[in-house]
């Protein structure tokens, strides 16, 4: 929608929340969107829930959070020579999720591993070491990722063990990124990263928290190929701590990226590629578990996804612990999320001892 082809009374009678953005000030918000903030009119400043909420986002762009405690996503475009926001009611994605596409996806990663599997047939004849290397990689990689699915489905649906405490989140963050690093370097992608700060004090939880960086950096591993480039970072900014990990590549357009945090889901490909969306999902969840907002925007080829957690000084005398979390049962949580994306030989069972 062009500056020439705005017209306020469109949005007049819509049902969900709709604001117009421009300089830092609202221009326009229609009736749905007074019922949320009480008394904005056009020309106040951008009300500070709504401001948390959007970070620095620039169009396209999406958003997900909670609005004075209304859990809701919101997508930003281009509009009336500002930012057009429109808010909607959060709904979890793992419940609405076609069985056909979850289905379709379990059966390929069994087909996968089974497949593998058969080729290592005693009864066949002895095939050459390199070959029963190959075949074990790749049973392995079927077997982490068929583990993967099985957690981000718990997960997405809402099934999780919060336990939020006193940590180090740039401690959490540098030991994600070192491993990430490492096994990037391994698979041939292009990852860097860096911290702001050397310790940030905070309540979360760490396991939580590291299987949301991983899911990310999963995506964006996926978005920018081994010909692009990919990070993450964790900044301060005021009272938050701000994570973004981004990559290069093709940018999303505008019905991309309301995918990703607008919930269309309907538009979910049925492609096992591109997966199910249930790593945002986790990623949703995690950051309302920890009350915070996550948003995804796409310009000038570069891609990022940003997650702005409060902080939280733990209580005076709590211990303090960064641990190395295992919710895999003893797999390793990095080739875990990162199954999907990792080249097979990085799963020789001898390497993962």
Known sequence: MSGEDWNETLFDGFP???LL??????AYCNRAAEGHFPGVRAGDEVPGALKALLGEACPPAAAAGEVDGWPCTA???AAGGGTLVVLRAREGSAGRLGLEQLSIQLRRETATLSAALQRLDPTEEVPDEEKVKRYLSAANQGLYRI???ADHLSLAGGETDWQPQGMDLAGLCRETAEEVESVCRLGGYDFTWSLETSSLLTVGDSKLLRRMLLCLVSNAMKAAGRKGKLGLKLS???DRAV?????????????DVARMFGGDLAAIPMDPRQGLGLGLEVVRRT?????GAVLAESREDVTRCVVSLPIRKPERGETLRTPKVDYSGGFLPVMVELSDVLPPELYNYEDLQ
């Not at 994570?243 to 019905?255: C, F, I, S």
């Open 16 to 18: 969900e929340p709709v």
């Open 21 to 26: 953005l421009r300089e830092e000030k609202v």
């Open 75 to 77: 997508t930003l475009q």
């Open 147 to 149: 583990i993967r699915l």
């Open 236 to 238: 301060v900014r005021g």
């Open 243 to 255: 994570v973004t990990v981004w990559n290069t590549g093709r940018a999303l357009d505008e019905r």
């Open 287 to 291: 950051v309302a578990l920890h009350g």
